[in-house]
């Protein structure tokens, strides 16, 4: 089990790459089962990647890394089956079922089960998929997909814009019969990222002004080359690290436009940001003023994954920040560890109120979630002496060589 030592307030001053964005890549790995092979260019290297890596190579599709880029080979195999163990790798592999369904016309997989942030239904995946003519049966735990006469084109109308039913909407109509249209689609820019793959590929796909998603089906999809998107939260949260040390850092390969609606927040805590096309720079030489309310909306609202790290902030802010999580059930678990180095939380339900402190002390606290593991850092960075943070793990699936980055800026955090 690895572990972070961080010996905290020290200064953060430089300038720090944002990689490519974990979840643009993982439904992009999912749709290149569906292409005659691609090459993947700003792909981060992350566990979560190797997993559906090991799920493509499972089903026939060899993946392999050349400086960098990842590359995905055609699809030769018939086997429609997940097995288990690669299912519970990464809990987003159930954006491979829309691709699986596209390709074989049936699949085989285990439902991906509950997580850290609450229960994770797939209900409006499934209620989706079933308008487009796929029948499901569960059998012990197992969910067995199949097409019934043909994968059709429908009218979709999503009770709530679910990030990952949209991407296996899109990825089951791109080769289905006919038009699909989906209305009240999530917008994220990982959607957008999605379209942008498949459309290389020769989907045809376009997003209404409304954000309405229609998809033309078409026979067949050709390989690519592609270029992910950067990672929004892993950019949100360099600022925050930035922010929390009275830093001044230029963050760099990033999409300012995708975090809009968070630069609010980060001059209301006091930071000053200077936005370029694709970078920005966030410098903090006082102190951390408290924001007073913090609602996290589906794009392009306050993102639920920034929370966390805005939290640990908020915990050494003078004066009172009142959260409200409205996507997951659960996403204060890292909130019990804060409190753990002396920060000021109380949670019920989907609110948490934080209390600014002065400073906050070391202890020996671990991740609960991605994250919520990213947000310890942060206030680990945040505070005098030495802390420790276990069950690193859950930061490794979305932050690529966080420790050496953070190092390079002047931070000292050693990987144990
Ligand atoms: C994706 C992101 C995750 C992010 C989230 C919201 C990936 C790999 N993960 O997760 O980091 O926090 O979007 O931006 O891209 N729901 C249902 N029924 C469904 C589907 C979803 O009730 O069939 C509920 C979920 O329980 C959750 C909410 O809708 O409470 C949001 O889920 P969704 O938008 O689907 O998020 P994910 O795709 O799981």
New binding site residues.
């Given amino acids: 089990m690895e572990r972070y030592i961080v010996n905290g307030l020290r200064r953060l001053s430089g300038e720090m790459r944002v990689h490519g964005a974990?979840?643009a890549a993982?439904?992009i790995l999912a749709a290149s089962l569906l292409c005659d092979g691609c090459e993947l260019h700003n792909c981060p290297h992350l566990s979560d990647v190797d997993a559906a890596c090991n799920i493509l190579n499972h089903l026939g599709c060899g993946t392999c890394w050349q400086n960098n880029v990842l590359l995905v080979g055609k699809g030769e195999s018939r086997d429609c089956t997940i097995p288990t163990s690669l299912m519970r790798e990464m809990r987003?592999s159930i954006?491979f079922l829309g691709a699986m369904i596209a390709k074989y016309h049936e699949a085989k997989l285990t439902f991906p089960g509950g997580c850290e942030l609450?229960?994770?239904?797939?209900?409006?995946?499934l209620s989706s998929l079933r308008k487009m003519g796929v029948e499901f049966e569960e059998e012990e735990g197992t969910l067995n997909c199949r097409v019934r006469d043909e994968l059709r084109g429908a009218q979709i109308d999503l009770p709530?814009?679910?990030?990952?039913?949209t991407?296996n909407i899109i990825l089951a109509a791109s080769l289905a019969k006919g038009q699909t249209v989906i209305r009240n689609a999530?917008r994220?820019p990982?959607i957008g990222d999605l379209v942008g793959f498949l459309q290389s590929c020769g989907a045809k796909i376009s997003i209404e002004n409304d954000g309405t998603i229609l998809i033309d089906g078409v026979e067949k999809l050709h390989e690519t080359v592609y270029h992910v998107i950067p990672d929004r939260i892993v950019t949100i949260t360099y600022l925050c690290c930035a922010a929390i040390t009275g830093g001044d850092i230029l963050v760099t390969d990033a999409c300012p436009d995708h975090i809009r609606s968070v630069f609010p927040i980060f001059e209301e805590m006091g930071c000053r940001l200077t936005v370029g096309k694709n970078k920005i720079r966030l410098i903090n030489h006082g102190s951390i003023h408290a924001a007073k309310n913090v609602t996290t909306m589906?794009?392009p609202g306050f993102?639920?994954?920034a929370l966390a790290p805005i939290m640990a902030l908020s915990c050494v802010a003078d004066g009172t920040t009142v959260f409200t999580e409205t996507?997951?059930?659960n996403r204060y678990k890292q909130a019990w560890e804060l409190c753990r180095m002396g920060a000021d939380i109380k949670t019920e339900g989907r609110i948490a109120v934080v209390r600014g402190v002065k400073n906050l002390h070391p202890a020996h606290v671990a991740c609960t979630d991605l994250r919520g593991g990213a947000a310890l850092v942060i206030a680990a960075l945040g505070t005098e002496g030495t802390t420790t943070i276990d069950e690193i793990r859950h930061i490794t699936r979305g932050y690529e060589e966080f420790h050496t980055n953070l190092n390079r800026v002047g931070a000292d955090i050693c990987c144990q």
């Fill in positions: 974990k979840n993982l439904p987003s954006v609450g229960p994770r239904p797939i209900d409006l995946h709530f814009p679910s990030v990952g039913a991407e999530a994220e990982e589906p794009y993102p639920t994954d996507i997951f059930q």
